[in-house]
């Protein structure tokens, strides 16, 4: 299976298995840990049924498989899922995210009144509040558009989609970070070097951008924490982008299966779908699809539907 599959199904299962326990503590995991697929819960949604975690990639997916990068398609297929229940197990929403929704309603507005010109330049207008998850959980698919370009021009549009609602430059360097050290899994990479090398990239683009030292300061344990050695009190399943990374990379670095880490993630508690989906995709592509859980696979909603997706956007930009 082609790797872009691979991290779709990573992500899509492991965001099943994190929906049913969404906002329950770590201390309520710990006496009534999540050990396999779960159904009803929080959204009351039967076992398999992803969020929005994974619906708004699969929109992304769809936009990208056309074979453009088109900031307006993009935008409207953000609208379609918070409107239209688009790529959702049903056809209907039970979660999304605060922020998510008052940029999907900016984003309207912004169309509606043909100002479509504007979407590039959302970023100017970002505060320090737009530093949600958000964008994170969907970014995976831009990796298809972008493997086979320099890493000098992978910030650019990383930084344009996540602007769509989360438009803070912290957003766009967690989701820089992220999809590089994704690349680099899919190059091979042992997890240790495919981090080093995406820190030393971000490194880079941080250096130029002469950011201030306040900003660097809030992504350091980002760039310089060992993993392997962090101990689990020191990472939160929290819905801020930076922490949400954080607790990824701490799920995967003290896991060696696919299902550990899944696992690891959820049971960090609190925003448990969106850790769990962060750290599904890296998951899947470093130990394989073989490696998730069938009884998992077995039960993900629209789980063809999301083969065949992620075969498309696999053939939309060839490497």
């Excluded at 199904?9 to 965001?15: H, I, N, P, Q, T």
């Excluded at 039970?94 to 979407?119: H, N, P, W, Y």
């Excluded at 042992?190 to 201030?212: G, I, Q, S, T, V």
Aim: glycine share 8%.
């Amino acid at each position: 299976m082609n790797p872009i599959t691979t991290a779709l199904l990573g992500l899509s299962v492991a965001d099943a298995i994190g929906v049913p326990v969404e906002f329950q503590t770590r201390q309520q995991l710990y006496e009534n840990p999540v050990t396999d697929i779960r159904g009803y819960g929080t959204y009351n949604q039967p076992p398999g049924y992803f969020s929005d975690d994974s619906s708004l990639a699969f929109g992304l997916a769809e936009s990208l498989a056309t074979g453009k990068f088109d900031l307006v398609d993009q935008a409207k297929r953000l609208i379609n899922y918070k409107e239209h229940g688009y790529w959702t197990p049903e056809g209907q929403i039970f979660d999304i995210g605060m922020t998510t929704r008052q940029s999907i309603d900016k984003l309207q507005g912004l169309l509606r009144d043909g100002r479509e010109a504007d979407l590039p330049g959302l970023h100017e207008s970002a505060r320090e509040s737009d530093n949600g998850n958000g964008a994170l959980m969907r970014i995976f698919p831009l990796y298809a558009y972008l493997r086979d370009k320099p890493v000098a021009e992978w910030m650019a549009p990383i930084w344009q989609h996540s602007a769509l609602t989360h438009g803070h430059i912290r957003s766009a360097c967690c989701c820089f970070l992220y999809l590089r050290f994704c690349a680099h899994l899919i190059n091979k990479e042992a997890k240790e070097k495919a981090l080093e090398f995406a820190r030393r990239e971000l490194l880079d683009f941080l250096m130029a951008a002469n950011l201030p030292v306040e900003e660097l300061d809030t992504l350091a344990t980002l760039i310089k924490a060992d993993f392997s050695t962090l101990a689990r009190t020191q990472v939160q399943g929290s819905g801020y982008v930076v922490e949400c990374l954080e607790a990824a990379l701490w799920c995967l670095f003290n896991a060696e299966n696919y299902r550990d880490t899944v696992l690891g993630a959820v049971n960090l508690g609190r925003d448990t779908d969106t850790t769990a989906c962060v750290a599904g995709a890296p998951a899947a592509l470093l130990y394989g699809v073989d490696s998730i859980p069938a009884n998992w696979l077995a039960a993900l909603a629209r789980r063809e539907d999301i083969i065949e997706l992620g075969d498309r956007l696999e053939k939309a930009w060839p490497v």
